[in-house]
């Protein structure tokens, strides 16, 4: 979940991931959407520690899964966390709350939209974004201008 929430990946990126494709903080995507030969996410250390601690007390081979679930159960699993805090939650949601998470931290749009989604257009990131309320945007301006 983590890896979708923070590092803004896929549910199928996160499913295809290998310990050979953790290098401390990158996170080597191969074969990606994009139909690029590879794409590189990064991740908080704390989330890269924690994932590397899940290969090795999990004995996980360099080619193997690290996460051997098909769609449908980390669909389901992504679901019953929802349900937990009472709220309707679907994988791509993570992926949407980092991208939203990011900007309204103050991370360029640029960045969210190449870096963190990984997006070939910015105006896609623009819609994942949303609108702004007139409050938020108050906000920013009077941070802006303090």
């Not at 996160?14 to 030969?37: C, Q, Y």
């Not at 679901?79 to 309707?88: F, M, T």
């Not at 992926?95 to 990011?102: E, F, G, L, M, V």
Request: hydrophobic share 40%; glycine share 6%; charged share 35%.
């Amino acid at each position: 979940l983590e890896l979708m929430a923070r590092g803004g990946m896929r549910v199928g990126e996160v499913l295809k991931l290998t310990p050979r494709d953790v290098n401390d903080r990158k996170l080597i995507l191969r074969d990606p959407k994009s139909g690029k030969e590879k794409e590189i996410v990064f991740i908080p250390q704390k989330v890269a520690d924690r994932l590397k601690d899940h290969i090795r007390e999990k004995g996980i081979e360099p080619d193997q899964g690290i996460f051997p679930i098909c769609y449908e159960a980390a669909r389901a699993m992504v679901r019953k966390e929802g349900e937990k805090i009472g709220i309707r939650l679907r994988p791509h949601d993570l992926r949407r709350h980092a991208a939203t998470y990011a900007s309204r931290s103050g991370v360029p749009i640029e960045i969210v939209s190449k870096v963190i989604l990984r997006h070939a257009n910015l105006s896609t990131t623009q819609r994942y974004l949303g609108k702004v309320s007139e409050a938020e945007a108050m906000r920013w301006i009077e941070n802006l201008y303090a």
